[in-house]
């Protein structure tokens, strides 16, 4: 049964040439750089204007899907992001429906999982962070990503 890394990416880059979905290795998707698109698509939901509409909320979720060709068992549980609101707004959160935007004060706890991620995303050195069970993800202004394992 046994088919060789070799084979697998042949096969992986033939279907990929083919316009065919290409299925990535988990540690390989967390170490992908990340397209501008789904950038600038996460970045904006410091406005939350998303939320109120349904075609919006269609389209975040299909550039999520779009970044995660191996399903949303892949996604991250959420994002956290330095939020722009001002006062003592720190940071906010999104989940991993593409619906749900919380903006947090300083000090306010955050919901589990989320807050082993504030100073990174409060420091608004990364454009954002994806948070992960077992792990963070650290997203660069240009798309390039810093894994840590928690």
């Given at each position: ?126 454009a954002l962070i994806e948070v992960f069970s077992d792990q963070l993800v650290a997203i660069a202004q240009d798309g390039s990503t810093s894994?840590?394992?928690?």
């Open positions: 049964m046994g088919v060789s890394k070799q084979g697998t990416l042949e096969a992986l880059q033939s279907k990929s040439e083919q316009g065919e979905r290409t299925v990535v290795s988990a540690s390989e998707q967390l170490r992908r750089r990340r397209s501008r698109q789904y950038l600038d698509a996460l970045t904006a939901m410091d406005a939350g204007g998303h939320l109120h509409c349904s075609e919006a909320v269609s389209k975040l979720r299909d550039v999520i899907a779009a970044e995660f060709p191996n399903g949303p068992g892949t996604w991250p549980l959420g994002w956290l992001g330095k939020c722009y609101l001002g006062g003592s707004y720190e940071v906010h959160t999104l989940d991993f429906t593409g619906q749900i935007v919380r903006h947090f004060k300083r000090g306010e706890a955050l919901p589990d999982g989320f807050e082993r991620a504030r100073s990174l995303a409060g420091g608004g050195q990364y894994v840590l394992t928690s």
